[in-house]
């Protein structure tokens, strides 16, 4: 928790007012032994003749400087753990008849610093086609990255099905893991499967105690702009040959596009080679001796320097990801900022918390297991960006002026399917609710995403069925960036002014959405773009502009879609289901009253915004505010009755209504 106390003056009287808020990262600070005090942690790499050291974190790791040593990752978990492993080779993988072949083993190598300090690159580290391995060490974790530095081919008589697999050997002392694994891609047709050996494409979460596992990996291009795809990895943890081995499968179909913007092989690598009938791995010749003393306090008189060789040509990388993870609360009244990746495994948002991310693509809360809203009417949980100052504690470093753009952070990644997301503003994100699972669901109700590039974000993952009731959509790029077959079903949606309502840059598959009672403005390119993401567009009352005709909405404060007199109201249908029903006639298309005088005379406010309690009107729904009041004085009664209300507007530190001096003159509510 951050501080600060100041002494503000208004109307000559000075008072002392503590603003505070709260810092969130996973392993943001770390308990240091030698000190024994906490302390922030430092994403860096020591590096000493005998060993390259990551200890000033909760987590611990060493690596040895050949990389081509059995046990050269020796990973020490926040609760003592030592997790000790070695990458050894590159395969393919065909579920269909169980046949794989070695395309590559890692061989010895050197390390080098890459571009960051928390970057230790073993370049060349192949026998048989170009690539790197890249360790990155966070806050909440350590990434080895295999990285594919040239176009690969499939050998002959490996079929569509078949999978790029990467190898990564474990002790024999690792303790076996917790394992919950799923799909993520279902053969299904009866009898192709049938006659495979594996017939669907999973993934599991493997959960090593402590609060440290391997979440969902993926594989993405580097150094390439125009290609912001990512594909997911499936993870396996087998006993192979009597050796626990972590294996890691992509799909070389869905691999291919982003290999082929690499240099091209000098001739078939995997002529020759010999083809198994189940996986083989290789066995390391030689032992890593990693000084245990390294992960203690050690002189660091002894570092020694690395040659600097960044990545810098295009490539291919496939992310694994050993994370730190735990429970949070998201309490109200109190604004949080994230300041890099945040892992819970459940999540509890209260309502009225403000929930602000530095602009930055690691910066997100991965919501591994539920989150449950403890939010409702007028009491939602605002998630926007570090430069807002219209909401929450102004923070450090804010410039006042938040920007969406496509390399910040996003919001929350939500990993498990079935959950009901409601009363939540995103604002100024890359991507607002990120869905990490396939085949499943998201249910959204009272949703609104203001000046975010992606809204909605189910790049990576097919076959999701996502349902928002209330949603209020302005300024985005894609309102919804999905994979294949997706389903998206909205009533009462309101969307202006963005690029395309839906967008896929994957496979070959189609949407379907489907819109009630909605209004689509100024939904510049149309329905969608890409591989014939909502091919089939059903809409049920709901009006569509390609264009801004002007007259729909009107603004008060800083709320710019009310509806305006004489549109839109009255014409949706009822055939809607009860619960959405009675949720609208709670609400209001119509604008509060701004009061623009101080109350120098005794007033009543009565309720005046009108609840949709008749037939439905078209677009989002507001819950009601009666009337709006900025930097009004006062100085008489003012009774506030019969379930009015008030809302006050401004930026960060103004007031609503300041009540009189007593002094001066009675004023009371």
């Not at 590559?104 to 960051?116: L, Q």
């Not at 990285?147 to 990467?166: A, G």
Request: proline share 4%; charged share 20%.
């Amino acid at each position: 928790m951050w501080q600060r106390v100041e002494e503000p003056s208004r109307f000559g009287l000075s008072r002392e007012r503590v603003s505070a808020y709260v810092e969130l990262a996973t392993g943001l600070n770390f308990f240091d032994e030698t000190t024994q005090a906490w302390q922030p942690n430092r994403e860096e790499w020591e590096v000493y003749p005998d060993a390259i050291v990551a200890r000033a974190g909760q987590h611990k790791v060493i690596l040895a400087t050949n990389l081509n040593l059995a046990g050269a990752v020796d990973v020490l978990t926040p609760d003592g753990m030592r997790l000790i492993s070695s990458p050894v080779s590159l395969g393919f993988y065909d579920p269909v008849d169980g046949k794989q072949v070695v395309i590559a083993e890692v061989k010895d190598c050197a390390a080098e610093r890459g571009a960051v300090p928390n970057e230790v690159v073993f370049r060349n580290c192949f026998d048989r086609i170009r690539g790197s391995i890249r360790f990155l060490y966070t806050k909440a974790g350590v990434h080895q990255h295999v990285v594919l530095e040239q176009k690969l081919e499939l050998p002959e008589d490996f079929s569509d099905n078949s999978r790029l697999e990467c190898y990564t050997v474990f002790d024999a002392a690792t303790p076996w893991p917790q394992m919950t694994t799923r799909v993520l891609r279902r053969e299904k047709d009866p009898l192709v499967r049938a006659q495979m050996v594996e017939p669907d494409f999973m993934d599991s979460e493997i959960a090593f105690g402590g609060g440290m596992g391997m979440r969902t990996g993926k594989a993405f291009s580097w150094g390439d702009e125009t290609e912001a795809r990512s594909i997911r990895v499936g993870k396996q943890f087998l006993e192979i040959e009597g050796s626990p081995v972590l294996v890691e499968a992509v799909e070389f179909k869905q691999l291919e596009p982003l290999l082929a913007r690499l240099a091209s092989t000098e001739g078939s690598k995997t002529d020759g080679l010999a083809i198994n009938t189940s996986r083989q791995i290789k066995r390391a010749q030689q032992q890593a001796r990693l000084p245990r003393e390294h992960y203690r306090a050690f002189d660091k008189v002894n570092e020694i320097q690395l040659a600097s060789n960044p990545l810098s040509q295009p490539a291919v990388v496939i992310d694994y990801e050993l994370l730190t993870s735990g429970t949070a609360t998201l309490t109200g009244s109190t604004t949080w900022y994230v300041s890099g990746l945040v892992n819970v495994t459940n999540l509890q948002i209260e309502g009225t918390a403000v929930v602000k991310l530095t602009n930055s693509a690691s910066a997100k809360i991965n919501v591994i297991g539920t989150l449950e809203c403890q939010t409702g009417p007028y009491r939602p949980a605002v998630f926007t960006s570090l430069h807002d100052n219209s909401v929450g504690q102004t923070l450090p470093g804010s410039s006042g002026n938040p920007t969406n753009s496509f390399n910040g952070f996003s919001a929350v990644v939500i990993n498990e399917s079935s959950q009901r997301l409601h009363d939540l503003r995103v604002a100024y994100a890359t991507s607002g609710i990120t869905l990490g699972f396939r085949a499943g669901e998201l249910n959204l109700e009272n949703v609104q995403f203001v000046h975010c590039a992606y809204p909605i974000d189910s790049a990576g993952e097919d076959e999701n069925t996502i349902a928002v009731d209330n949603g209020l959509f302005y300024t985005s790029h894609y309102v919804i960036r999905g994979g294949e077959d997706l389903v998206v079903s909205g009533r009462h949606l309101t969307i202006n002014r963005c690029g395309f309502v839906g967008y896929t840059g994957f496979g070959s598959g189609t949407g379907d959405l489907y819109l009630t009672n909605s209004l689509v403005v100024a939904a510049t390119n149309g329905w969608g773009q890409f591989s014939g993401i909502f091919g089939s567009v059903t809409t049920n009352h709901t009006a569509h502009f390609t264009n801004d005709p002007g007259g729909i909405f009107q603004t008060v404060a800083a709320a710019s879609h009310y509806l305006a007199d004489g549109t839109y109201r009255d014409i949706g249908t009822t055939n809607l289901n009860a619960d959405l029903l009675a949720l609208l006639r709670m609400k209001t298309t119509y604008p509060p009253l701004e009061i623009t005088t101080n109350f120098t005379a005794n007033t009543t406010l009565l309720p005046r915004a009108a609840r949709d309690a008749d037939t439905p009107d078209l677009g989002f729904h507001y819950d009601p505010l009666d009337f709006v009041v900025n930097g009004r004085t006062l100085s008489a009664t003012l009774t506030l009755t019969n379930g009015v209300a008030v809302g006050t507007y401004g930026v960060s530190g103004s007031y609503g209504i300041s009540v009189a001096s007593r002094l001066l003159n009675k004023g009371h509510f």
